[in-house]
């Protein structure tokens, strides 16, 4: 993508709107093998997080200190008011790391898209939140098997205590939102709020700077379009902070599901 | 005008799932407000409902990509 | 144009279908990569971070349920404290009660004392008012009797003409009559009616 060639597009001068090719930012190499600029963010973001955790862990104080308390915090909102509330007091510390590992890299990924100089929410990409959403429905689906069997875990897809006739047509709606719906669109959902969310900004802003260049009165129109930009940058914040919470959530209720004791 | 049709087909797909995402919502506010402590029970179900509903719209941004004109 | 799949004029050298495919085809390298990265952090939060954070818990639950022993043991001082306090309370309240129902018990009696004394003073009063006044009137009496009886003696004599007094005295008909008058007996007559 360039300026250049957006702008022939337009028929010379007019604005051209940002499109998907703005995400497409290769450093090394070239093609379907090229190091993008995500990975080298989502590189970058494990690192932070591992090293805030492990240096915020460090002295275990009683009385934590502003690091520590921001670590336990989260972990806590992760431990109990997800994992404890949804999969149960039994068994839900096995599952506690995966949910507060996907919880912080997909929030600090996701943060990364409003905090310069990233800029670039990685999750916008769609290998990544596919990739973790494969990983959930991996896990659900073993855990689930080891719970109750093979032909157990399919068995218990289906409600208990439905009239006979009904239950092949119950079988398939759930084992199409078992097998397809859940994986689908626990990627998608994150990958379509970060991808439009961002898109959204990029127009805000290079639309805003195409008016305050244009003559007359457009200039006004570009300053209240990047007050606009400000606006939406508070409110894609919230929207990053509620995608990982919602993933997460939603990981935890499908790995719930898997291995409640009757579904 | 140029553009894609296909996100004329996201924006139609979008409307049942936010209706359905508002309407489940607006139940779990007022199973809250009614009775505080159910909330852990209702938080679960409401995000499933929302899982399940929203699916549909999301669908609807992947195939407005994937049958693109 | 799409607005979405933009083939950019130079296709090719921009990046090639990368560039311009569509967003949800994902890119072998990110997913590969999001694999990898996400397996090395969960590594290091499953054997590192979650222990460490779960030991701080159980310290601090620890902690906190000997501090709630603390807690409870100054509670039951204060309790007991509290208690003393009021059962003093209580000893105060009740001989402060005692000593009112005293003073008052000693005030009634100081007032029912000082009435007997006033009445008895009174009745004295009354009683010796009564014996003057029960000893004048028998001095009047003996008085006006010897008075009365002299005059009816001096005027009957004067009337009669000549001295009763030594009669009177002899026969006591002054006292009689007196007597008389005293029981009622003596009737008014017409003295001379006849004349």
Redesign the interface.
């Known amino acids: 993508m360039s300026i250049a060639a957006l702008g022939m597009e337009g028929g010379g001068d007019g604005f051209v709107a940002p499109d998907a090719s703005i995400f497409w930012e290769p450093v090394i190499g070239s093609g379907a093998t090229a190091i993008t600029r995500p990975v080298i963010l989502l590189v970058i973001s494990a690192a932070l997080v591992a090293w805030f955790l492990l240096a915020t862990t460090k002295r275990r104080a009683l009385v934590p200190g502003k690091g520590q308390m921001m670590t336990e915090s989260v972990y806590g909102l992760v431990r109990n008011s997800i994992a404890k509330d949804i999969i149960g007091s039994h068994d839900f510390m096995r599952f506690v790391p995966l949910l507060f590992t996907m919880f912080l890299l997909i929030l600090v990924n996701n943060l990364f898209g409003v905090i310069p100089p990233f800029n670039y929410p990685t999750m916008s990409r769609i290998g990544f939140p596919v990739a973790l959403a494969l990983t959930v429905w991996v896990i659900f689906h073993i855990v689930g098997m080891k719970k109750h069997g093979f032909i157990g875990y399919w068995k218990s897809l289906v409600p208990s205590g439905l009239p006979k006739p009904m239950i092949p047509a119950i079988f398939v709606l759930e084992l199409i939102t078992d097998l397809f719906t859940r994986p689908v669109t626990l990627g998608l959902r994150l990958f379509g709020n970060m991808f439009a969310g961002h898109i959204l900004m990029a127009l805000f802003i290079s639309g805003g700077w195409y008016m305050l260049q244009a003559g007359g009165i457009l200039p006004v129109a570009g300053v209240v379009t990047w007050a606009f930009a400000i606006i939406m940058t508070l409110f894609e914040l919230l929207v990053e902070f509620l995608q990982a919470y919602v993933f997460t959530l939603l990981s935890a209720l499908y790995i719930a599901g898997a291995v409640a004791d009757s579904h | 005008m140029?553009?894609?049709i296909?996100?004329l087909g996201y924006g139609l797909s979008a409307i049942g799932p936010g209706i359905g995402v508002g309407l489940i919502f607006a139940a779990y506010i007022n199973g809250v407000a009614r009775q505080p402590e159910a909330r852990?029970m209702l938080?679960?179900i409401a995000?499933?409902g929302m899982?399940?509903t929203?699916?549909l719209a999301?669908?609807g941004?992947?195939l407005?990509?994937?049958f693109?004109? | 144009m799409h607005m979405l799949t933009i083939p950019a004029a130079g296709g090719e050298t921009d990046g090639g279908f990368w560039a311009t495919a569509a967003p949800i085809i994902p890119h072998p390298i990110e997913f590969f990569f999001s694999l990898a990265v996400f397996a090395i952090l969960f590594w290091v939060v499953a054997k590192k971070v979650v222990p460490r954070l779960e030991q701080v818990y159980a310290e601090r639950s620890a902690a906190i349920e000997g501090g709630m022993a603390r807690a409870e043991e100054a509670q039951a001082e204060a309790k007991a404290a509290l208690e003393s306090y009021n059962a003093q309370l209580q000893d105060a309240r009740g001989e402060g009660n005692k000593i009112r129902e005293d003073a008052r018990a000693q005030g009634a009696q100081i007032v029912a004392e000082m009435r007997a004394q006033a009445q008895a003073e009174a009745a004295r009063i009354v009683d010796t008012a009564q014996k003057q006044i029960e000893a004048e009137r028998q001095s009047a009496v003996v008085s006006l009797r010897t008075e009365v009886g002299r005059l009816s003696t001096d005027l009957a004599s004067r009337i009669v003409g000549e001295s009763l007094q030594d009669e009177v005295r002899q026969k006591g008909i002054v006292e009689r009559f007196l007597a008389e008058l005293e029981a009622g007996d003596i009737r008014p007559e017409r003295v001379g009616g006849d004349l």
Do not use: C, D, S, Y
Request: no cysteine; net charge neutral.
């Open positions: 140029t553009g894609n296909a996100i852990g938080q679960p995000f499933l899982a399940i929203e699916a999301i669908f941004i992947a407005a990509f994937v693109k004109v």
